[in-house]
């Protein structure tokens, strides 16, 4: 570097106790060799390093950490992913980092030469939620420092695993072990880095819940109706629900009806039980639910719509907002808020379950359009049809900062026992009214 920098080095290194000489010039060559001007550039390397002033916080206390802080841990799994960034072409490096406090996921927009066992201290890094999970991001400020060995870290995340009902597993947790009765279980092929590969699927439930799993190890001697405890599965998200996922790391054990803590007839009837919308708002995502209420509000985009033949998206005007102009695809819908005194939720419902809660065909409800020239003629009949109407939905629930949403795989009118219902709803109210 041309020596009359040196003055603004010796000026930098000042104002920057403890940073290296050698540091501070090679960022500012790096800088000024991109043309960025010589203040900006000297603003740039101070705002960079004084960043490691910023608080340190532990792992456990992620979810109320401040806008920037710094953090100590060492690096379990790291993975360089291509992505396609603006029609660009880039790469990202995720994993996980523990300490003596906890786990979280990473991700990285920068090559930090991070390797799993690296023990390291990362400056400038901030915190944000991907799926109501907590994760660090590390930026292009962010400073990696990395650090000798730490014994008072560990080197296994198996300590952090939590023991827990179905029902308590949630979209934060990263591993897990439970017990429950597989009641479903089948084998997919797919191929994985150019290999055609073999993985388990299906379904398993204890007397409080029941959540899909995938295991990419040979489970010999399970099948349907088998009682297992497991340990250190991992937990993944898929559209906001969690899922188990068994790995070289997860171990398992059939366990024998004498030992059984459940009812696995009960549990094999496939007759979930109804619970409350209010339950469901609690939770971030839910696997096969029911709930019943009543419908207090038919949606815009209910009724006759156009789907993308390619993504399935929703259409407007033969026009796919991922694929262009295409030629859509007709469908049907009901999209509705269902209440039922403990809360609300919005529920989807398809053609097939559409036609049947509506009462009509998507033929007949495209005969209405077309007498009255109109789509929405049908949305509007259909909110003359069902508001009121006492539902019982069956789905998956799924949170977003729009509400949370179940996708109803079955819905249908109960027998309703109104009688009954009263009573229940006298119940609640206090004695003095």
Not at 66 to 75: D, E, M, N, T
Request: charge should be negative; proline fraction near 4%; include cysteine.
């Amino acid at each position: 570097m041309n020596d009359k920098y040196a003055p603004h080095i010796e000026e930098l290194s000042k104002a920057l106790e403890g940073v290296g000489y050698t540091d501070i010039q090679t960022e500012l060559d790096n800088l000024l060799r991109f043309r960025v001007p010589l203040e900006e550039a000297k603003r740039t390397i101070l705002n960079k390093f004084r960043s490691k002033e910023a608080c340190e916080i532990k792992i456990k206390d992620i979810l109320n950490a401040p806008k920037s802080f710094a953090l100590k841990g060492r690096i379990i799994s790291v993975e360089k992913k291509k992505i396609v960034l603006k029609g660009e072409t880039a790469y990202l490096y995720s994993g996980k980092l523990l300490d003596e406090t906890g786990v979280c996921l990473f991700t990285a927009w920068d090559d930090f030469c991070l390797n799993e066992g690296d023990i390291i201290k990362i400056y400038n890094v901030h915190m944000k939620l991907w799926n109501n999970r907590p994760e660090i991001n590390f930026g292009q400020r962010s400073i990696v420092e990395k650090l000798p060995e730490d014994p008072s870290l560990p080197k296994d995340e198996k300590i952090f695993t939590q023991t827990k009902k179905i029902i308590e597993i949630n979209p934060s947790d990263l591993l897990v072990s439970s017990q429950g009765v597989v009641t479903e279980i089948y084998h997919r092929d797919i191929i994985v880095k150019g290999k055609d590969t073999i993985i388990i699927e299906g379904v398993i439930a204890d007397d409080t819940g029941k959540l899909p799993f995938s295991s990419w190890v040979p489970m010999e001697g399970v099948d349907i109706g088998n009682a297992i405890n497991f340990r250190d599965a991992h937990v993944r998200l898929f559209r906001g629900i969690p899922s188990l996922n068994f790995t070289h790391m997860t171990s398992w054990e059939l366990l024998p009806d004498n030992k059984c803590p459940f009812s696995k007839n009960k549990i094999m009837t496939d007759e979930p039980s109804y619970i409350s919308i209010g339950s469901v708002l609690e939770k971030d995502g839910l696997f096969d639910v029911v709930v019943t209420g009543n419908i207090i509000s038919v949606r815009p985009g209910s009724g006759l719509i156009e789907r993308c033949p390619t993504c399935n998206r929703v259409i407007q005007n033969n026009v796919c907002r991922a694929h262009g102009t295409v030629e859509g695809i007709r469908d049907m819908r009901v999209k509705a808020i269902l209440d039922d005194g403990t809360g609300a939720v919005y529920i989807m419902l398809n053609r097939e379950l559409s036609e049947v809660i509506y009462g009509r065909s998507m033929e007949e409800a495209e005969n209405i359009a077309k007498l009255s020239m109109s789509k929405d003629a049908v949305y509007e009949s259909m909110k003359r049809s069902l508001i009121g109407t006492y539902l019982a939905v069956r789905g998956n629930s799924s949170k977003s900062e729009f509400g949370t949403t179940i996708v109803a795989r079955y819905a249908w009118v109960p027998e309703d026992d109104l009688l009954s219902r009263l009573d229940d709803l006298l119940l609640k109210l206090p004695e003095d009214i």
